[in-house]
């Protein structure tokens, strides 16, 4: 597939923006599981809409469970525990508080 990005910002009379380097962080070990967790759970928010915009609740939790069975996770509720923190550092970014 022919990437045409160029020519249709030209076309469109817009100036594309020039991509950044991807900003990277180091995981601990011991984090990775939790993380794994966390993003596959990456489209299992719970959002509420309404006049003022979308809110995002936090995770669907019984989605996460099921997350974390497939993953064969054993300590269910330490794993919890850990994707909580993963959870609450998302919302602060998400809803901008």
Known sequence: ???TRDSDAQALG???PTPSEPE???VWEEHWPALRVFLACRTQWRVIAGM???VHQG???P???SVMR???VEDAAAMLEQVQQLEGGALEVINGN
Do not use: K, P, V
Request: cysteine-free; overall charge negative.
């Open 24 to 26: 990277t962080f180091g």
């Open 70 to 72: 497939m993953q064969g």
């Open 59 to 61: 995770l669907d939790y």
């Open 1 to 3: 597939m022919e990437d």
């Open 14 to 16: 817009i100036t594309r």
């Open 63 to 65: 989605a996460l469970e």
């Open 52 to 54: 003022g915009g979308a």
